[in-house]
């Protein structure tokens, strides 16, 4: 695979981590969306039936024949998705729609999307502190190990690698800087414990792709 410039699908419904996201992945071809939805859309293949039926009709093509020519599947090399997300309304009766907008693991769904669609690596990550949900400990046991199956690479983490960003022109920030003389200057300390002035945290997707595609343990 060329590693230089890849597709890659990034889903998180948090505004600062899709435009981290946006920051850190620059250099290959991105897609960032911010629902289950919209990453299920992209993430499932079209079948042009009409298209189908003129194949038929005008090339004498079999329905199985014109079926395949008819379907655009699904092309990404790399799918990123956050853990925690707001439910669906999708297929849900009367009892389910008291869970849609709720945050619930349909990452881990949108995983099983991802392998559908012959992904062949995959990472899931979330910012979520092990303490405050069930599902960001049970990820707890995995320890940041990339799992093979086959050709397909997973890798599931609690390690969001967060990175810093200046609000305005998103230019990511090191930990060096931030703490220079320069750095306390310009972003000064706010009263919430480890906040800057003019400063978001976003996920390190780069740092999570480059785990990813090793094959590594994160260290």
């Not at 079926?67 to 389910?96: C, H, W, Y």
């Not at 992904?119 to 093979?148: E, F, Q, R």
Request: glycine share 10%; proline share 3%; net charge negative.
């Amino acid at each position: 695979m060329n590693t230089s410039k890849l597709n890659i699908l990034v889903i998180d419904d948090e505004k600062n981590h899709r435009r981290s996201a946006e920051m850190l992945l620059k250099g290959h071809n991105l897609l960032v969306v911010g629902s289950y939805d919209e990453a299920a859309g992209f993430l499932t293949s079209k079948i042009d039936y009409g298209f189908a039926n003129i194949l038929q009709k005008d090339k004498g093509l079999s329905y199985a024949e014109a079926i395949e020519k008819a379907t655009t599947r699904p092309n990404f090399d790399v799918v990123l998705t956050d853990l925690m997300m707001p439910a669906s309304r999708s297929a849900q009766g009367p009892e389910g729609l008291a869970f849609v907008g709720k945050q619930m693991p349909v990452g881990t769904f949108l995983i099983l999307l991802a392998l559908a669609a012959g992904v062949k690596n995959i990472g899931m990550v979330t910012d979520m502190n092990h303490h405050n949900h069930p599902a960001s400990a049970a990820l707890d046991p995995i320890g940041g190990s990339v799992i093979t199956v086959g050709e397909t690479k997973i890798f599931a983490t609690n390690n969001a690698r967060l990175k810093s960003f200046d609000e305005v022109t998103g230019e990511h920030l090191s930990y060096e800087f931030l703490n220079s003389e320069e750095g306390k200057e310009k972003y000064p300390e706010m009263e919430k414990y480890g906040s800057r002035k003019g400063v978001f945290s976003g996920k390190g997707w780069d740092t999570i792709l480059e785990t990813l595609l090793a094959g590594k343990s994160e260290e």
